[in-house]
């Protein structure tokens, strides 16, 4: 991973960038799951619901969460999350900006992943991630 790392506790990645969300995706749920976080993503928390000391401990959880992501975004990222007030709408804003679900962004998708090939100086590694994250972005056309 390049200097653009955010650490956290000794665990490193890469800052989100216009071109790396399903790695980053990956790598953030993983990070969230070691520090008990990942059910901070769903959009179906008990914030309503919870007594205050309950909801107090919610708060803290979200709080870390959001920082864990926060950290990891690029400045041009962080503009997309700046005014969100939960971790699972940071999450869901994300995914929305990033997963490609318009027409014409599936369209491009399927281009590029119908097209793709290895360049001169690739490792085949590199080709292959490559292509499976090609295939991960393009995923919504797939199902249909």
Known sequence: MDGGAAGMGGIKIDKLTETNFNEWRQRIKMILALRDLEDMLDEDGKTMDAEDRELA????????????????????????????????????????????????????????????????????????????????TSRPWAAR
């Not at 959001?66 to 975004?73: C, E, N, Q, W």
Request: aromatic letters at 8%; proline letters at 0%; one cysteine or more.
């Open 57 to 136: 401990v919610w708060k803290r959880r979200d709080t870390k969460a959001s920082a864990i992501i926060g950290l990891t975004l690029g400045s041009e990222q962080l503009e997309h999350v700046s005014g969100c007030k939960t971790t699972a709408e940071t999450w869901s804003t994300l995914q929305g900006v990033f997963q490609r679900k318009s027409l014409m962004n599936n369209m491009k998708a399927r281009r590029e992943f119908y097209t793709v090939e290895m360049t001169v100086g690739d490792s085949m590694l590199g080709y292959i991630n490559r292509v499976r994250n090609l295939g991960e």
